[in-house]
């Protein structure tokens, strides 16, 4: 065989993606699915982007994955716009410590924790280990300025979302004894947060979902949270939050509004505050798992921000964005669809999911993802009309489903015994 | 001609042949699917397609980007949440319409 015909049979064993789209999840999904991908064109229209190339939180990522895999093969071009990712063993870990705090900023941003936890729940329980404990220390939540509920790949999930919406989603699949907590909170820009994830490799995991109304909520529930601030901000905030939803929504919902200040060493570095709000159904079972949720964080560098002049706005901003999480989200939330999906998608072969959403959950980034998984796993993920379905009212109009095939992946890195 | 203008304007598109066509960026199909495209962009969008078929690689995720990145003010916010009928009827323990009529 010749040298030429070698290199290009070594390019085809490669499935090769663009751009720097969807980043953690073409890895993550590479991984579990065990197919070797090459990443092109990361960054590079230098036009667009002052710093072409791989992100320094991107390398950050690789380096976790790195840590909790065994014989993973991370090969990064010379100017940083290729990238080969040839996956190896998922091990997890007992004991590992993760600090994703990047201290020169000039090679990238310093994302949030839950930038790197979101991903890592999805590999979790496939891992050899039968428990997994990785304590994380960083920026535990950051603001985000853009308002925008169509998050994107890039977004900083903050910790208290992590706990409230995406642990209990993984709970309904069947992965149980999963937690997530905060020993210390640390805002942007100098971090000193900590969070410790605990997991256990589920021995059965068949997720199966067939969801084709809205799910109705009877309860509100927050948290005002702040570290190193004083405690009147928070108060400001738990008293507006409670007019609002108490006397100007005028509805007939239960809340519960709840205070965290943080003090002293477990305060973190920076000082900061946000508001967390979930809704929930508290009645009945098979919804009990579902949230929508919306988290709205201030940190030291954007307290100067005009949307936040006062603690009383910030709890006026985080209600309008939560209710107009709640009128759009059928089921979950925008942002939380990939990962619901994913989680979907490893079901038993051939079973097939049905997940409602709405016209405008259906962005540009879900689409991105959406082809992604037919790429890397050459299945293809419909979206139906309700129509479709039989016995559904003029209401539906508004809404589609999402019909996931199961793709029947296994854990083979665990001993069968 | 203007029917047929007419008529491409309001057909619907079916999202599962949108969603995983090759020539279109992820933007277009969310655009294309919300009725937010002009007829001359796809005529000459495809136009150019059959002239170089190396531009649909080309284009890159700008767009979309762009999109992710738009700010939303607060006016525009707290404009949206005013329609609480729409939320209402999320609510689980809300009284039932036909109750009140009697």
Redesign the interface.
């Known amino acids: 065989m010749s040298e030429k015909e070698k290199t290009s049979k070594k390019q085809s064993d490669y499935l090769i993606l663009e751009?720097e789209?969807n980043f953690r999840y073409r890895i993550v999904l590479s991984l579990i699915y065990n197919r070797p991908i090459k990443i092109v064109k990361i960054r590079n229209?230098l036009n667009?982007h002052l710093n072409p190339g791989i992100a320094f939180h991107e390398i950050k990522f690789l380096r976790l994955i790195e840590k909790i895999t065994n014989g993973t093969y991370i090969e990064i071009s010379q100017t940083g716009t290729q990238l080969i990712f040839k996956p190896g063993i998922i091990i997890g870990s007992k004991n590992l410590t993760f600090d994703t705090f990047i201290e020169d900023k000039e090679f990238g941003e310093c994302k949030s924790i839950g930038y790197y936890i979101e991903p890592l729940l999805l590999i979790l329980p496939f891992t050899k280990h039968r428990e997994n404990f990785i304590t994380f220390k960083g920026i535990t939540s950051k603001s985000d300025?853009?308002?925008?509920k169509?998050s994107?790949d890039e977004s900083d999930l903050a910790c208290d979302t992590l706990r409230f919406n995406y642990l209990p989603l993984m709970e309904k699949f069947g992965i149980m004894d999963i937690s997530l907590t905060i020993f210390k909170r640390g805002s942007f820009p100098l971090g000193g947060g900590e969070l410790k994830l605990h997991t256990k490799t589920p021995t059965s995991f068949t997720p199966n979902l067939q969801i084709l109304d809205?799910?109705?909520?009877?309860k509100i529930m927050g948290i005002v949270y702040g570290n190193r601030i004083a405690p009147s901000i928070i108060q400001r905030i738990d008293k507006e939050l409670k007019r609002i939803v108490g006397s100007e929504?005028?509805?007939?919902?239960?809340y519960q509004i709840m205070q965290d200040q943080w003090k002293g060493e477990n305060s973190g570095n920076s000082p900061g505050y946000g508001v967390f709000l979930q809704i929930i159904?508290s009645?009945?079972k098979q919804w009990s798992k579902f949230a929508v949720t919306s988290e709205i964080t201030v940190d030291s560098l954007n307290s100067n921000d005009v949307?936040y002049k006062i603690p009383e706005?910030l709890a006026?901003?985080a209600?309008?964005?939560f209710?107009?999480e709640?009128?759009d989200a059928p089921v979950v939330n925008t942002s939380t669809l990939p990962f619901l999906i994913s989680l979907l998608y490893f079901n038993k072969e051939g079973n097939l999911s049905r997940l409602l959403v709405s016209?405008k959950q259906?962005?540009?980034?879900l689409?991105?993802f959406?082809?992604d998984i037919?790429l890397i796993f050459n299945n293809?993920i419909?979206?139906?009309d309700l129509s479709d379905f039989e016995g559904l009212d003029d209401e539906s109009k508004d809404y589609?489903v999402i019909v996931v095939k199961g793709s029947g992946v296994l854990n083979t890195n665990r001993k069968v015994t | 001609l203007k029917a047929s203008k007419q008529n491409s304007k309001n057909k619907k598109w079916d999202i599962n042949k949108l969603l995983y066509m090759e020539n279109i960026t992820p933007m277009d199909v969310f655009n294309r699917y919300n009725g937010l495209y002009k007829d001359e962009d796809i005529e000459k969008s495809e136009d150019d397609e059959e002239e170089n078929p190396l531009l649909k690689f080309k284009r890159s995720d700008s767009a979309m980007k762009k999109h992710q990145e738009q700010s939303v003010s607060i006016e525009q916010l707290s404009k949206e949440w005013r329609d609480i009928s729409s939320i209402a009827s999320r609510l689980l323990t809300l009284p039932k319409l036909d109750e009140d009529s009697d």
């Open positions: 751009t789209f229209d667009e300025t853009k308002y925008n169509n994107s809205p799910i109705k909520f009877d929504l005028k509805m007939p919902i239960e159904n009645k009945q949307h706005e006026q901003i209600t309008y964005k209710l107009n709640i009128k016209k259906i962005t540009p980034y689409i991105k959406l082809r037919n293809k419909l979206i139906k589609l």
